[in-house]
């Protein structure tokens, strides 16, 4: 799998502006995430997996595609994911972003039915005090993907300061 073509993919999927400011920060979030993942599930369907990306609500409304990359053809997730959160950070701080959506791969205890399983993972922070990580736990047969129970917990609170 080329990184240089899951970037140019992902910067053409997200494009639509979230321009209702009477949304609350829970609500923006849900709004980016549902933004946001059709690209990991395009890629687990064509590739069967994807570098961790994101996305950042802009105060503008519109939609940023953030990706990370550090010149390796097959980086450590945790290095992308690393320097995306330094990126979600620095437009935190400068105040152009108003909510982040970081998306990646990970394996999970599922609580209802306390198996593992492969699962794509939201990380949610809003500067309105709003931190959660979504988990849509999936499974892949023959390019067809299909998600178990949907869960969350608490997110990190680590993109946004807190006042």
Aim: charged content about 20%; some cysteine; overall charge negative.
């Amino acid at each position: 799998m080329k990184f240089r073509w899951i970037a140019a993919l992902l910067f053409s999927i997200f494009g639509v502006a979230i321009a209702d400011s009477s949304l609350s920060p829970k609500q923006e979030c849900e709004t980016l995430m549902n933004k946001v993942l059709p690209f990991a599930e395009h890629m687990l369907k064509r590739e069967g997996e994807f570098f961790p990306y994101g996305g950042a609500l802009k105060n503008t409304g519109d939609v940023a595609e953030i990706a990370g990359y550090d010149g390796r053809e097959h980086p450590p997730s945790m290095d992308i994911i690393k320097l995306i959160k330094q990126g979600f950070v620095a437009g935190a701080e400068s105040g152009e972003y108003r909510a982040t959506a970081l998306v990646y791969d990970v394996r999970v205890l599922v609580p209802s039915t306390g198996n593992k399983s492969n699962a794509i993972a939201v990380s949610l922070n809003h500067r309105g005090n709003y931190s959660v990580i979504v988990f849509f736990p999936y499974e892949l047969k023959e390019g067809e993907l299909k998600y178990g129970q949907v869960f969350a917990q608490q997110g990190e609170s680590d993109i946004f300061k807190s006042h």
